[in-house]
């Protein structure tokens, strides 16, 4: 049987940049995944971090719907077509995230705002796109190269086992938006190295995937020397997160913030804050100077400024141990 997709002309030496292109993919589609969970914590709340899980699973399904129901989608050259879908992932990626960070879902007023409904569908939508285009990736060439599926699922988990890694190690380098970016450049490089030796570097799809490599190494680079990088992507906070009200402190200020493989650590500093559960009436003195700890934007917590008067522990109730047995 003759196939239509034009793997049978292809070269040891193209397949092995294919294999490569779909590492590079995966790769990139599972630190997305796992990125998208603590940019929800962070920006939202945790249990929309859940939900990710599921619009994974939903892109994923649906790309295979998509290829059972419209055949003529696995046609084509493979590496041109998985340029084409590295591409649609990369860029895929950072619509999804500036749409959803700005224009946020507000749970809070769904209640009374339908509009809030259609954002939630929006951002089901958007969100599921990345895993729809690379999931497609993934079914197409198992169509293409029946005998080596295993060589095919092989380079697909090898690759989104790097994936997880880098959500693990690369953050506190990074942060969380610089996450997004490495997603993004893992993707459109999956997207260029797919589109070697086709002798179509004029093609536009090619020139606008490497603008977006190109864009995405301009984030990193300015992240990883410490360098303010572009203010379209910082992530935007709930109004009702802890975070919110203390900037809205007089004076507040962010003076230390730092991302780690599991949550994001916020360090604000304002005369107006007063953390002291318990703090007997009995103590008449100016309230120590404090800073607020924020974890994932979320329960403050007071940390004593260096050289503060500590005179005022005797007052709280955590004393009254050591008054009893100094």
Same mark, same amino acid.
């Given at each position: ?61 649906a790309s295979g719907t998509a !290829?059972?129901? =419209?055949?003529? #989608?696995?046609? /084509?050259?493979?590496k041109q077509r998985l340029s084409?879908? &590295? +591409? ?123 603008? !977006?490599?190109? =864009?995405?190494? #301009?984030?990193? /680079? ?8 572009? &203010? +379209? ?66 329960d403050l917590s007071p940390i ?23």
């Amino acid at each position: 049987m003759k196939l239509t997709n034009g793997s049978s002309s292809l070269k040891p030496s193209d397949k092995r940049v294919i294999w490569l292109s779909l590492f590079l993919l995966s790769a990139a589609t599972l630190a997305f995944e796992i990125n998208l969970t603590r940019l929800f914590s962070v920006a939202q709340f945790y249990h929309f971090a859940f939900m990710i899980v599921s619009i994974a699973l939903l892109g994923f399904g649906a790309s295979g719907t998509a !290829l059972t129901i =419209f055949p003529a #989608l696995q046609n /084509g050259n493979p590496k041109q077509r998985l340029s084409q879908l &590295a +591409f649609a992932t990369g860029i895929s990626i950072l619509a999804a995230y500036l749409l959803t960070n700005h224009l946020p879902f507000d749970s809070f007023s769904i209640a009374w705002d339908r509009r809030q409904v259609w954002i939630l569908i929006l951002h089901y939508i958007a969100l599921a796109s990345p895993f729809f285009f690379s999931g497609m990736a993934v079914g197409f060439l198992l169509g293409v190269f029946p005998r080596s599926a295993g060589i095919t699922y092989a380079v697909n988990l090898f690759g989104s086992a790097t994936g997880c890694v880098l959500a693990l190690v690369a953050p506190p380098l990074l942060g969380g938006e610089g996450m997004v970016t490495l997603s993004i450049a893992l993707a459109s490089l999956a997207g260029i190295a797919s589109s070697f030796r086709l002798h179509q570097f004029s093609n536009s799809l090619v020139l606008v995937t490497s603008a !977006l490599f190109l =864009f995405s190494l #301009l984030d990193l /680079g300015l992240r990883f020397t410490g360098k303010p990088s572009f &203010a +379209f992507l910082e992530l935007h906070i709930s109004p009702y997160k802890s975070l919110s009200y203390a900037l809205q402190y007089p004076g507040a200020d962010v003076i230390h913030r730092e991302w780690n493989a599991f949550s994001r650590v916020d360090v604000v500093r304002s005369s107006g804050i007063h953390s002291l559960p318990g703090l007997s009436y009995r103590y008449l003195q100016p309230l120590p100077s404090l800073d607020g700890l924020l974890v994932d934007g979320d329960d403050l917590s007071p940390i004593l400024q260096p050289g503060t008067n500590s005179g005022f522990v005797s007052y709280l109730p955590n004393a009254a141990a050591l008054h009893l047995r100094p």
